[in-house]
């Protein structure tokens, strides 16, 4: 069976602790998929996330009391292995991947330790340490090039 490769958008979002503004979810309808990387908070804000319509992957953050998550989901997109995580691991425990998502620090990040890239998509709903609440697309060409960029949110928390 020959596997047929398309390019992909996919939006990143994490950490919105209850706050989703209008801006970010009419942007990220266009997405191909929407990946959650934790502390989602509500289980209301969870279901209006899925509305948006494309289909939505989300972990476990450790403020994610009202259903049960996965902590962790492995995908592979165009011949890259993701791995989704809410807390970032010890660099020592990276696993077998090539891009470990995360969220937890509210901070972006992009950065590559070994032979993995680690990205980090800022939280929506709080930001910290100086770093603007944002969110990110990952763009995906069909023989697996990745293009990060990060999105600043315009609405005040």
Request: overall charge neutral; proline content about 9%.
């Amino acid at each position: 069976m020959k596997i047929t490769r398309q390019e992909l958008r996919i939006a990143v979002i994490a950490d919105t602790h209850n706050f989703f503004p209008e801006s970010v979810a009419a942007d990220i309808a266009t997405a191909d998929e929407i990946w959650h990387l934790g502390d989602v908070c509500q289980s209301t804000l969870l279901e209006q996330i899925k509305r948006i319509g494309p289909p939505v992957t989300v972990v476990r953050g450790n403020n994610d009391f009202f259903q049960s998550l996965p902590l962790e989901v492995l995908h592979t997109r165009n011949g890259l292995r993701f791995r989704l995580i809410h807390i970032p691991p010890p660099l020592s425990q990276l696993g077998n991947t090539d891009i470990l998502l995360h969220g937890h620090t509210h901070v972006p990040r992009d950065e590559i330790v070994g032979s993995v890239r680690i990205l980090n998509p800022g939280t929506v709903g709080k930001p910290n340490r100086g770093a603007p609440a944002s969110y990110a697309w990952l763009r995906l060409t069909p023989e697996g090039v990745l293009d990060w960029k990060i999105i600043p949110v315009t609405e005040p928390q």
